[in-house]
């Protein structure tokens, strides 16, 4: 309910909304979920005018423009979709996109007083230790080549207020790696008075809906100024 909540704000705002579905431990493994958003994305761009005229009202939906995709992950979610645009072959599949929202999603595992390393779905899904230093986000970063990070998509940060310490963290390094590699800071916001879970439930409640409202802001700019 949560994020179909955030689905119904967002295409209120005029935006096709798709929330798509990955698989999940014990099933999967690295990268399969990222494969997953990878292919929703694919199969989205290939069947829009069916999206289009299977819906109750297709006048009321807009036309799929294949040149404005953005691409939002919340949690988990972020990490798959960061994953999605740096990993090898998942990274090569990647229809072309127009922006990214990184909403408090890990970067790295390897945290004082967590557990991630050694047990729990991330050790599962990202392997040994080993293997998830080279496999989280962070890695896959610094690994592109300045011509791959030019042609990244724009990114925007997003974090809740009342993060768990570690994300606070996190999200702390990730705007310094950006700001690093890409030679400003990225745009961040922060929602005001949420915790980690409460930023999307509480889309189309009336309350706590400022930050959604500025990634609509931000998602306009760029179709508006196509060459930003």
Same mark, same amino acid.
């Given at each position: 309910?949560?994020?179909?909540?955030?689905?119904?704000?967002?295409?209120?705002?005029?935006?096709?909304?798709?929330?798509?579905?990955?698989?999940?431990?014990?099933?999967?493994?690295?990268?399969?979920?990222?494969?997953?958003?990878?292919?929703?994305?694919?199969?989205?761009?290939?069947?829009?005018?069916?999206?289009?005229?299977?819906?109750?009202?297709?006048?009321?939906?807009?036309?799929?423009?294949?040149?404005?995709?953005?691409?939002?992950?919340?949690?988990?979610?972020?990490?798959?979709?960061?994953?999605?645009?740096?990993?090898?072959?998942?990274?090569?599949?990647?229809?072309?996109?127009?922006?990214?929202?990184?909403?408090?999603?890990?970067?790295?595992?390897?945290?004082?007083?967590?557990?991630?390393? &050694?047990?729990?779905?991330?050790?599962? @899904?990202?392997?040994?230790?080993?293997? !998830?230093? +080279? /496999? $989280? *986000?962070?890695? =896959?970063?610094?690994?592109? &080549?300045?011509?791959?990070?030019?042609? @990244?998509?724009?990114?925007?940060?997003? !974090?809740? +207020? /009342? $993060? *768990?310490?570690? =994300?606070?963290?996190?999200?702390?390094?990730?705007?310094?790696?950006?700001?690093?590699?890409?030679?400003?800071?990225?745009?961040?916001?922060?929602?005001?008075?949420?915790?980690?879970?409460?930023?999307?439930?509480?889309?189309?409640?009336?309350?706590?809906?400022?930050?959604?409202?500025?990634?609509?802001?931000?998602?306009?700019?760029?179709?508006?100024?196509?060459?930003?």
């Amino acid at each position: 309910m949560g994020y179909r909540a955030l689905g119904s704000f967002f295409a209120q705002c005029g935006f096709v909304t798709i929330i798509p579905d990955y698989r999940l431990v014990p099933e999967a493994r690295f990268p399969a979920a990222s494969q997953d958003i990878c292919d929703a994305i694919t199969w989205t761009i290939q069947n829009a005018v069916t999206i289009k005229s299977s819906s109750s009202a297709p006048e009321s939906i807009p036309e799929i423009d294949a040149e404005f995709l953005f691409v939002m992950g919340h949690s988990a979610g972020a990490a798959h979709i960061k994953i999605m645009t740096m990993y090898g072959d998942v990274r090569k599949a990647v229809p072309p996109l127009k922006g990214m929202i990184w909403s408090a999603g890990p970067w790295f595992f390897n945290m004082k007083g967590e557990s991630f390393e &050694t047990s729990g779905p991330v050790r599962f @899904y990202f392997g040994s230790p080993e293997q !998830q230093r +080279e /496999r $989280e *986000p962070r890695s =896959l970063w610094n690994n592109l &080549t300045d011509e791959e990070i030019k042609a @990244y998509p724009d990114i925007l940060l997003v !974090q809740a +207020e /009342r $993060e *768990p310490d570690w =994300l606070q963290i996190t999200g702390e390094e990730i705007s310094k790696d950006l700001e690093r590699r890409l030679g400003k800071k990225p745009q961040r916001i922060v929602g005001v008075g949420h915790n980690h879970v409460s930023p999307n439930w509480a889309l189309c409640s009336g309350q706590g809906e400022e930050w959604g409202h500025e990634v609509v802001k931000w998602m306009k700019e760029r179709i508006q100024s196509p060459a930003q």
